[in-house]
């Protein structure tokens, strides 16, 4: 059975950083694109993040390009998202996704496995 966990979420300044794990279980993903997605109350889930299933391409949401960093280590089948410079409207659930592509995802339709999500909130 395939399981998606993240952690690392918790509650930090704002200006702190944080850094997100996630790690896939029941089958091998170190091949296949992984992606960050978040929610805040009220709103639709969004792409944060993604990288390929190679490592050597990466997105971000404009939102937070030169502030996060999505990285993967494939022999601990584990995808990172470190967070700087936080801010308050960086508060939300944060999911990790994967699925059977190879290629670059950043739509959420593009993922097949999800996450349960880690609460982050930034305090101003």
């Known amino acids: 059975q395939v399981q998606v966990a993240e952690s690392g979420g918790g509650l930090v300044q704002a200006g702190g950083s944080l850094r997100l794990s996630c790690a896939a279980s029941g089958r091998t993903f170190s091949v296949y694109g992984m992606g960050w997605f978040r929610q805040a109350p009220g709103k639709e889930r969004d792409f944060v993040a993604a990288?390929?299933?190679?490592?050597?391409?990466?997105s971000y949401a404009d939102s937070v390009k030169g502030r996060f960093t999505i990285s993967r280590d494939k022999d601990k089948n584990t995808v990172y998202l470190q967070m700087n410079s936080l801010k308050p409207e960086d508060t939300a659930v944060y999911y990790c996704a994967t699925g059977y592509r190879y290629s670059l995802v950043t739509e959420s339709s593009g993922y097949r496995f999800w996450g349960q999500g880690t609460q982050v909130t930034v305090s101003s």
């Open positions: 990288v390929s299933g190679s490592g050597g391409t990466t």
